[in-house]
């Protein structure tokens, strides 16, 4: 327990506190942990490798593979922060557009209800290109931004699928998020703090269901022991036509 009651990005021993090993592979970059059993309070001698490179098409290209020698939980994703101004406007401003049409309902603490709904109609209503700004003032959450898993399409998984899509129509730029994984966290940054400024930045996170453990309807996110899983997030970068 690290945030009050709860476990956030894997609580204290939370692989985003930990140094990696590194090895280049021709034009990619794979990092490794090995986290021992019990760290965390997680069961099994997990291995991870993380490996980064970018395509001849404007893109990081992210894959994520995992091992464990016991049953374990595993739901990786990139926690980074975008502003596709470089600073100039307010990432509010960004029009956002989510290939989904569910979100998970959160409470005061930002973890899921168990209830999926519609976002058609409501202060989530992403299915077409939105200011952010716009949507906000509709919320009726103590969070006066984002902090929202929205739900893929039901496709083939094993293709990464488009996810969501951010544009800044002032500087031109857009971004897009492909993932093999079923949906993608909007966080709009309100927490963020110096040397940053709230809402500084936007997050598109890519990942298994939050708090899944906790829900038996939610798919599960379980790793079963000696079965190596990947996954893969692409960010792809262009200019609007």
């Known amino acids: ?35 021992e059993d019990g760290e965390g309070g997680f069961p099994g001698n997990l291995r991870l490798d993380v490996s980064y490179s970018f395509s001849n098409d404007n893109e990081l290209l992210i894959e994520y593979k995992a091992i464990a020698d016991k049953e374990t939980i595993f739901n990786p994703t990139n926690h ?14 960004f029009e956002l557009k989510v290939f989904a049409e569910k979100y ?24 077409e290109y939105r200011k952010i700004n716009e949507l906000i003032p509709l919320k009726k959450e103590i969070l006066k931004g984002y902090n929202t898993f929205f ?3 039901e496709t083939n998984q094993e293709v990464p699928d488009l996810l969501a899509s951010l544009r800044d129509c002032s500087s031109g730029r857009i971004l897009d998020v492909y993932s093999d994984m079923p949906g993608v966290l909007f966080y709009t ?10 809402f500084g930045g936007l997050c598109l996170e890519a990942q298994l269901y939050p708090d899944a453990p906790n829900h038996s309807h939610f798919p599960s996110v379980l790793l079963p022991a000696k079965k190596e899983q990947v996954y893969h997030i692409r960010y792809k970068f262009g200019l609007l036509s």
């Open 104 to 127: 998970l309902e959160a409470n005061n603490q930002f973890l899921p209800t168990g209830n999926i709904l519609p976002i058609l109609d409501s202060s989530f209503d992403f299915s």
């Open 80 to 93: 980074a922060y975008f502003d596709l101004s470089a600073g100039k406007a307010n990432p509010l401003d």
């Open 151 to 153: 739900i893929g399409k």
């Open 1 to 35: 327990k690290n945030d009050g009651n709860n476990s956030n990005h894997g609580g204290f021993h939370g692989f985003n506190a930990k140094i990696f090993d590194y090895e280049i592979q021709n034009d990619q970059v794979i990092f490794s942990y090995e986290s």
């Open 189 to 198: 940054g309100d927490y963020l703090s110096d040397p940053f400024k709230p």
